[in-house]
Every structure is written in C-alpha cells, then in structure tokens.
C-alpha cells in the first residue's frame, strides 16, 4: 500500500499565497505522475496540475501561470505553489499518485481563500 499525506493548507486573503505538499510513503518502487486535484462544494473534483515522472507538467487553464508544480524524486514528495489566490480557489485539495495501473490518493488538505 501506498500513504499520501498532505500538508500546507489554510486560509489566506485574495492575492496571498500558500504552498502545499505531498508526501508519499509505503510500498513504492516505481511512481509514475503525480497530481493536484481539488473539490469545492457542490462541484466534482477536478485536476489542478499534474506532473510526470519526466518532469512535464499541465494545469488546468484556471490555475495557468498562478499554480506550480514540482516534484523531489528523492524525497517521494510533489508541491503545488500557489500564487494569486482567488475566493474561486477555495477548496479541498488532494494529491494523487500513480504507479504502475494504481492510483492512490490523500485525505485532503483544505485551502480557503478570503476576499
């Protein structure tokens, strides 16, 4: 089994920043990508970035030149630095990872983004 555990949430004004991280443990051998997701209420979750064991990225067009990910191979840990906040921003966080054909995911980390 593989345990994500994320940290780095919590509220900032609009315009703030806030850096999440994602630390993976357990039965890892080969991680292939890893991503940010995030669920707000009401709404389905949906990718924020994602990153490959390649080191190439994609976001999602919201997040665009605000977000970035990046990822310590050594540490089995990837980071989202977000920039820029926006109220729009605000929910619950989770990254993901795949290695071979499994995906494991994290419980969550909440980011909430006054205006």
């Known amino acids: 089994q593989v345990q994500l555990v994320e940290s780095g949430g919590g509220l900032v004004q609009a315009g703030g920043s806030l850096r999440l991280s994602c630390a993976a443990s357990g039965d890892i051998f080969s991680i292939g990508a890893m991503a940010w997701y995030r669920q707000a209420p009401g709404k389905q979750r949906g990718m924020v970035a994602r990153i490959t064991r390649g080191g190439s990225t994609n976001y999602a067009d919201s997040v665009k030149g605000r977000f970035t990910i990046s990822r310590d191979h050594a540490e089995n840990t990837v980071y989202l630095q977000m920039n820029s906040l926006k109220p729009e921003d605000t929910a619950v966080y989770y990254c993901?990872?795949?290695?071979?054909?499994?995906?494991?995911w994290g419980q969550g980390t909440q980011v909430t983004v006054s205006s």
């Open positions: 993901s990872l795949t290695q071979v054909l499994n995906t494991y």
